[in-house]
């Protein structure tokens, strides 16, 4: 079946959307949102029902329901206050108010333009399977991209679906992907990986990532750490210096908050009853804590959604296990082991990790380049200045 509106067909057998004879990406749950408002455009949709139908009755939070109604607005170019093409209707739900032709057969459609893939990389799917650790935890990895492969090692905390759609991650997520085969994984205890692992710890971590790129294939690759991520890329590249051909680290650190300055213990125990007890609930408060040490200057909507993704991504118990590990991390010895040519980049006002542990991982490995960005973002955001020398750096650097 294919629908005409406004210069849009939206055809549900190719699950395509075209603007005259242009593609338009759109990731799959806001495509399954915009076609179940097509179709039921004779009434108000409520959001109960967008939930059992495209969520097939999972929880879902405000916030995540509002952003795939979002993205559908933008996909149509409907994102502006007149609201033309779905429109709210308040403490009731939305409603698709444009006029519709249906197209029953692929002979009344008009004339399709073929075009290749990699023409628009970013309009591509990523595509999710599974492997097996050594001790028989399954992990989660996605493949998305046609450029040159580019690893990237799982981070706290991490959802292969939803970060891909979330406004934190997605921004970076789609520019890597534009230019690689973008290669990422939920690691243990995470996202659409196994949720109950016996062991977590960087050396499990490490595991984990040597199960991704073998059951790949991957011979030699560049590897990107992020935070968290940045210990197990260190440790990688340490014990396979041939299958690393360079290192990029942002935001990462060597040694875990109870290796480094000493730490008021009682503090970090604070920190793991808020996490114990709090992480679960329906109300964000708890969560947003660890939120502002992530995106401090954060908009409303990334704020909502990064809370969101915490709850989605980890369970109390989980989150409490990952926290325990990474503070406990210590990879520094491993330093002057890599061989390989290294970036790093760490904002100067970093609240999550502070930016000598940035300088510090430049410092121990030899030859590595040191850039810092101005921004108090752990995770640097589109919005912000430093948001175009992350990028310019991380490619320049792959290029060369």
């Known amino acids: 079946m294919q629908f005409l509106f406004d210069d849009y ?9 075209w603007h005259g004879r ?3 990406p759109m990731e799959p749950q806001v495509f399954d949102v915009l076609v179940y408002l097509v179709q039921n455009r004779d009434r108000v949709v409520s959001k109960d029902d ?5 969520w097939n009755g999972r929880i879902v939070s405000d916030a995540a329901l509002t952003s795939r109604i979002n993205a559908a607005r933008t996909a149509i170019g409907d994102n502006g206050k007149e609201q033309r093409l779905i429109r709210t209707v308040v403490r009731k739900g939305v409603r698709f108010v444009a006029e519709v032709k249906e197209l029953d057969s ?5 004339a399709r333009v073929t075009i290749h893939p990699s023409a628009s990389p970013a309009a591509q799917r990523q595509q999710i399977q599974f492997c097996t650790a050594p001790d028989n935890v399954r992990i989660a990895y996605a493949e998305v991209g046609a450029g040159p492969p580019l690893v990237k090692a799982a981070n706290w905390l991490n959802h292969l679906e939803y970060d891909w759609e979330s406004p934190v991650w997605k ?6 992907a534009g230019d690689y085969r973008l290669v990422r994984y939920d690691e243990r205890g ?4 196994d949720a109950n692992p016996n062991e977590i710890s960087v050396d499990s971590f490490v595991r984990d990532l040597e199960g991704v790129v073998d059951s790949i294939g991957l011979d030699r690759f560049p590897l990107l750490g992020m935070c968290q991520g940045g210990a197990t890329a260190i440790t990688y590249a340490a014990r396979h210096p041939d299958r690393v051909s360079r290192l990029v680290i942002v935001g990462g650190y060597a040694r875990g908050t109870l290796k480094r300055a000493p730490i008021d213990a009682e503090q970090f125990e604070a920190i793991m009853t808020l996490a114990r007890h709090g992480w679960g609930q329906d109300n964000p408060a708890f969560r947003q804590i660890f939120t502002y040490q992530f995106i401090p200057q954060g908009t409303h909507e990334q704020v909502c959604w990064f809370n ?8 109390p118990q989980n989150a409490e296990r990952i926290m325990r590990a990474m503070a406990n991390f210590d990879v520094e010895d491993l330093l002057p082991q890599i061989r390989v040519p290294t970036l790093v980049l760490h904002c100067r006002n970093d609240a999550r990790v502070p930016w000598e542990e940035g300088r510090r991982i430049a410092t121990g490995i030899p030859g590595a380049r040191f850039v810092t960005l101005e921004g108090h973002n752990h995770i640097v955001l589109e919005s912000e200045p430093a948001w175009t020398g992350l990028l310019n750096e991380i490619k320049n650097f792959l290029r060369d």
Do not use: C, Q
Request: hydrophobic fraction near 40%.
């Open 9 to 17: 067909r939206l055809d549900t057998d190719r699950r395509e959307l």
């Open 22 to 24: 242009e593609p338009v």
């Open 50 to 54: 967008l939930i059992a139908t495209v």
């Open 106 to 110: 692929v002979s009344d459609a008009p």
């Open 171 to 176: 921004p970076l997520l789609h520019a890597l």
């Open 190 to 193: 995470t996202g659409l990986s």
């Open 308 to 315: 969101d993704l915490m709850k989605e991504t980890a369970s």
